[in-house]
Nanobody, 115 residues
Framework: QVQLVESGGGLVQPGGSLRLSCAVSKNINGIRVRAWYHQSAGKQRELVASLLNDLTIHYVDSVKGRFTISKNNAENMMYLQMNSLKPEDTGVYYC?????????WGQGTQVTVSS
């Protein structure tokens, strides 16, 4: 059963913007952590942005001021708004949710920043 479904990736020029979306299954309750991870070719998956207990937001230094994590509880959605994109932002982005002792990952969506 697919619990997280991502969308919104694609090809964008440097300086452009993309908005990633993650549809979270209604079967997942008690969410404590929402996050987005980035994995570039040949590297480990790294945390980009997180939202803890719907209150505390954290961004990795490389995306501060450019990326924004958000959610819409009514629609069971979470988002990553990415502005001023750079070539080094290229890679696969994964949404992540932690709830009641379980963790869930999206399938990943490819973002390519290139001219």
């Amino acid at each position: 059963q697919v619990q997280l479904v991502e969308s919104g990736g694609g090809l964008v020029q440097p300086g452009g913007s993309l908005r990633l979306s993650c549809a979270v299954s209604k079967n997942i309750n008690g969410i404590r952590v929402r996050a987005w991870y980035h994995q570039s070719a040949g590297k480990q998956r790294e945390l980009v942005a997180s939202l803890l207990n719907d209150l505390t937001i954290h961004y990795v230094d490389s995306v501060k001021g450019r990326f924004t994590i958000s959610k819409n509880n009514a629609e069971n959605m979470m988002y990553l708004q990415m502005n001023s994109l750079k070539p080094e932002d290229t890679g696969v982005y994964y949404c992540f949710v932690a709830a009641r002792g379980s963790t869930y990952w999206g399938q990943g969506t490819q973002v390519t920043v290139s001219s």
